[in-house]
């Protein structure tokens, strides 16, 4: 009898051992867990300027091509076609899509990507297209000067070095316009072409009527 006490009492202490460890466990756990969701990463969020520029320029659009006689295109010419432009992963980056044909002789297409560079406060780009040698090249930088976004960039043509200017101006909600200056040095350069942005919502319904 005494045995069965003895045993009895060594499982109910071993028992509330056991209990005592799984109650203290429990808030361990936790408390393991917060630092862990603490630690992690906050999403980052696009600059002002970024948003800016994705309001005015995202969407659908028509273009219109007029190009100037230049080392690119001699005889000059005029041309057409779409524009899509598009918020890149999280807002923090501007997305185009741009097809044409006529002013280059023939089919033209283009893909470039720009985002905000906050510690020099300008945008930075990538365009690829189907008339760069190598396929892509660098866009340069583009920055506001005053109501107008102004972009440069140094490329080589024929193993010449070339200066593009491209101006963005005459703001509208339904279109805009880009002007695209071209020379051997920012000091001698000369319209080359100017491209006209008409959102397509607004070119259909005009044709509608």
């Not at 000059?76 to 076609?81: A, D, E, L, R």
């Not at 297209?129 to 102004?150: F, I, R």
């Not at 880009?178 to 959102?199: C, V, W």
């Amino acid at each position: 009898m005494k045995t069965l006490l003895k045993e009895i009492l060594i499982v109910a202490t071993v028992t509330l051992s056991c209990l005592q460890l799984v109650a203290q466990d429990k808030p361990g756990a936790m408390k393991a867990s917060k630092p862990a969701a603490e630690a992690s990463m906050p999403m980052p969020k696009p600059d002002a300027e970024m948003t800016k520029l994705i309001k005015m320029m995202a969407g659908n659009w028509t273009v219109a091509e007029k190009s100037n006689p230049s080392p690119m295109m001699p005889k000059g010419g005029t041309g057409k076609g779409t524009a899509t432009l598009t918020a890149g992963p999280g807002g923090m980056s501007l997305m185009e899509k741009y097809h044409s044909s006529g002013v280059m002789g023939s089919s033209f297409t283009g893909f470039g990507t720009f985002w905000w560079d906050p510690k020099a406060q300008l945008y930075r780009g990538l365009w690829c297209d189907t008339m760069t040698p190598g396929g892509c090249d660098s866009s340069g930088t583009t920055k506001w000067e005053g109501d107008n976004l102004v972009g440069t960039m140094t490329s080589d043509m024929n193993g010449q070095k070339m200066v593009t200017k491209f101006i963005y101006s005459d703001w509208k909600p339904n279109s805009f316009v880009m002007k695209m200056e071209m020379g051997p040095d920012a000091s001698s350069l000369k319209e080359a072409m100017t491209i006209t942005y008409t959102r397509a919502s607004a070119t259909s319904a005009k044709a509608a009527q």
